[in-house]
């Protein structure tokens, strides 16, 4: 395997020094030590000064490196720490999976977000990348730690913010959304009342509000012309309807956007909203050919939530990843427990999001797509929040992107401290 990895860049320094290590003498090797000190001492002082943790895990997931900030945010002791397994300090932080993408190669990333409350109660972000970049294998992750405490707290103010300015800008807004239906529904109505004209015509009927006065149709109608009208204004028909769906799905998203309530919270299994997802979906979902994978779990511990709610956040992720994909796609929905929650995942086979995008991916009103309304994934986020979960996001550019959403269970059972850290002040 080692073979066929990508060379790992070194700096010139460490080439020049590797190319005639087997010539240096003793003096030579005392310099070379020396030198590396000296830029290992510059690195832990480049690290310790920034704000955010910094860890460094080996490919059996435990710690070989951590900064000051670390130490901070989630509480690693100064000493002890090294070789330890990540997942004590983040038990939040599914290493398994972190893992099993660096095994996979390609480029990829791994973005979480959770609420730790030792040493203190913080909400933190976290961004796991490969030691190796894109090459198969594994030698290990980096994580990237950080508090967004603060910018949590700014953003639940912008996006209130955000809810009035949007009263203002909502008028322009909706025009522009339903502008379309809008006109669509009235040529329609017009081709319909036109037909409409032409059977009254046909049968002799001089004024449709008042059925009496009718006069005998000076010749019968040919059954093809009717038929033909028929069909032509069932096909109107349809088409309004249509429209009259869409607009009803634009001012039910801006109305949830603006006025969210709290969720109804009540016990029972995760699955259930997932498989009332899909079959929601399925004509969609045949009509555009694309496979679907159940690989939900047969049996999961309950969760409380919000079944409107969580199924409004489901129809959101598959169609977010219907339309990430082309026809024929592979969808893949899945689910699991950890000993203090359960998950389930919605995966597609797309282009991907762009590591630059990842980050603005759940703003209000930012969008990728032409007709969106930057608003599907605020309300996934908020509605997620709103339970006491969380949203993971993974994303490789040009094969696919994997939401995984996590809520805790029912009735969660108290995790004591590490036993290295149950001296320390909770």
């Not at 460094?56 to 397994?85: K, M, S, W």
């Not at 869409?246 to 029972?268: K, N």
């Not at 995760?270 to 779990?297: C, G, K, M």
């Amino acid at each position: 395997m080692a073979a066929n990895r990508k060379a790992t860049p070194r700096s010139s320094f460490l080439d020049k020094v590797l190319g005639r290590l087997d010539r240096l003498d003793s003096e030579g090797l005392q310099s070379v030590v020396q030198r590396l000190a000296r830029e290992r001492g510059f690195l832990e002082t480049l690290f310790n000064s920034i704000e955010d943790g910094v860890i460094v895990a080996d490919q059996e997931g435990r710690v070989a490196y951590f900064n000051a900030a670390a130490t901070a945010l989630i509480g690693l002791p100064a000493n002890g720490a090294e070789g330890e397994p990540v997942r004590r300090f983040i038990p939040e932080l599914d290493w398994d999976h972190i893992l099993a993408q660096d095994n996979a190669g390609g480029p990829s990333i791994h973005r979480s977000e959770f609420e730790v409350q030792y040493p203190r109660p913080r909400y933190l972000r976290v961004y796991a990348a490969p030691l190796d970049g894109d090459a198969p294998g594994s030698s290990g992750v980096a994580l990237i730690i950080h508090d967004a405490t603060e910018a949590r707290q700014k953003t639940s103010e912008a996006i209130e913010t955000e809810r009035i300015h949007a009263l203002t800008l909502l008028s322009a807004s909706v025009a522009h959304e339903i502008g379309n239906p809008l006109n669509a529904l009235h040529i329609h109505l017009q081709l319909i009342e036109r037909d409409l004209r032409k059977l009254r015509l046909l049968h002799g009927i001089d004024d449709p509000g008042l059925p009496s006065r009718r006069r005998p149709p000076r010749a019968a109608p040919a059954a093809a012309d009717v038929a033909e009208i028929l069909a032509r204004t069932g096909g109107y028909l349809g088409v309004c309807q249509g429209e009259i769906g869409r607009l009803d799905l634009i001012v039910t998203q801006f109305l949830q956007a603006l006025r969210p309530t709290p969720p109804r919270l009540q016990t029972g299994c995760l699955n259930d909203p997932v498989r009332e997802t899909l079959e929601v979906l399925e004509p969609e979902l045949n009509n555009r050919q694309f496979i679907v994978a159940d690989n939900l779990a047969r049996a999961l511990p309950n969760a409380r939530f919000d079944p409107a709610q969580l199924k409004q956040v489901f129809v959101n992720l598959v169609k977010n990843a219907m339309q990430a994909m082309s026809k024929g796609g592979r969808l893949t929905l899945a689910s699991g427990s950890t000993p203090d929650g359960v998950w389930v995942s919605v995966s597609d086979t797309g282009t991907g999001i762009a590591p630059e995008r990842l980050t603005r991916i759940f703003e209000p009103f930012y969008t990728t797509k032409q007709k969106g309304s930057g608003l599907g994934l605020m309300i996934v986020q908020r509605i997620v929040r709103d339970h006491g979960g969380r949203i993971e996001l993974d994303s490789r550019e040009g094969k696919g992107t994997t939401f995984r959403l996590w809520l805790p269970l029912a009735e969660r059972t108290p995790l004591a401290l590490p036993a290295a850290l149950s001296g320390e002040p909770a």
